[in-house]
């Protein structure tokens, strides 16, 4: 873990060079302002500063939790909490969901200090940031309630899966995992996306009939053009798409009509996402992911049950979602 943070460490510091650049590069020279080139490279370096901070703090912190045995202790005290309000702490679904919500709530404390500075130092400092403090409240709060509802279910079935799973658990927690992934992809954008963000048809008009125009020239099945009131956030400006099969989107965020002077502008950003979907690069990237899922699940299969590994990490039994989570973190060092 440490070697990777060391080596990410190394590669972000090499950045640091082309960020400094005091003068525009060549190809650059009266495409790009003098003035915006150097509000880019403040912002990120800004940013690059603020990530070498929030890395180490990071380190330090996982460092901390794995070498003061963290993780057995508070696996025991989450138990010893669901006696006390008279569950059965046996369950080792409730002991664990227990056990991730008290990582939950310690993780959205640690977080909330890098977020407010982020959201409210960083992006309005540089002129991005849009976001009053009450609806950053009001974000936090529809994503823990999010969490709370759509995480119990998903983690129950994890561990039901584990525990009735046998020598093919590897593959049952693919398919779940997997029937999830297609699931998510599906519903976010139609009710989840809604609940933080406005989301209207792209009127009638000349933009409309060149989107329309790129999409039939390379055959795209669009169905809906929407513009998502994403100026009520931050001024950064994008274009997205979703949706399976014949039923595809293509989302507009409004800061980005306001920001581009003609019409071919905005129509170059949405030729540049429907490049990623003509060059299949979302199949691609999906299918690698379900691959490295399936490796990961395997291996877990084949260290589920070692003494040796939960003994080496502070535990004496042999929880799953510990089981699971010590994997990943092995899995993903690498």
């Known amino acids: 873990m440490i070697l990777t943070y060391i080596f990410e460490t190394y590669l972000d510091i090499r950045q640091h060079r082309p960020l400094k650049l005091p003068t525009l590069p060549k190809p650059l020279l009266g495409v790009i302002s003098d003035e915006k080139f150097k509000r880019s490279r403040d912002y990120r ?60 709530i310690w993780l959205q404390i640690i977080g909330l200090s890098f977020s407010l500075y982020s959201t409210f130092v960083i992006e309005a400092q540089h002129g991005f940031n849009k976001q009053t403090i009450w609806l950053f409240i009001r974000d936090m709060v529809k994503e823990i309630m999010l969490s709370m509802i759509l995480g119990p279910p998903i983690v129950a079935a994890i561990i039901y899966i584990i525990q009735i799973g046998g020598h093919y658990v590897a593959i049952y927690l693919w398919g779940f995992t997997f029937v999830l992934a297609v699931l998510m992809m599906t519903i976010y954008p139609i009710v989840i996306a809604p609940l933080f963000n406005k989301f209207t048809p792209l009127p009638e008009g000349v933009l409309k009939d060149k989107i329309e125009k790129l999409a039939a020239s390379l055959k795209f099945p669009l169905k809906k053009l929407f513009v998502v009131d994403g100026s009520t956030r931050s001024s950064h400006s994008n274009a997205y798409m979703y949706g399976f099969f014949k039923n595809k989107r293509i989302v507009l965020y409004d800061t980005l009509i306001q920001q581009c002077s003609n019409e071919d502008v905005i129509v170059s950003v949405i030729a540049h996402e429907l490049g990623h979907w003509k060059l299949n690069h979302t199949i691609y990237f999906f299918v690698a992911v379900q691959l490295l899922m399936f490796l990961q699940f395997g291996g877990y299969t084949l260290t589920r049950n070692s003494k040796d590994l939960f003994r080496s990490f502070g535990f004496n039994d042999k929880p799953k979602i510990i089981g699971l989570i010590i994997f990943q973190v092995s899995f993903y060092s690498f």
């Open 45 to 104: 370096l800004h940013r690059s500063y603020f990530h070498f901070f929030h890395e180490a703090v990071t380190i330090l912190m996982h460092t901390a939790i794995l070498y003061f045995r963290v993780l057995p202790w508070f696996w025991k005290k989450s138990g010893e909490l669901v006696k006390i309000v008279g569950l059965n702490a046996e369950n080792e679904i409730i002991h664990t969901l227990a056990f991730l919500a008290g990582a939950a």
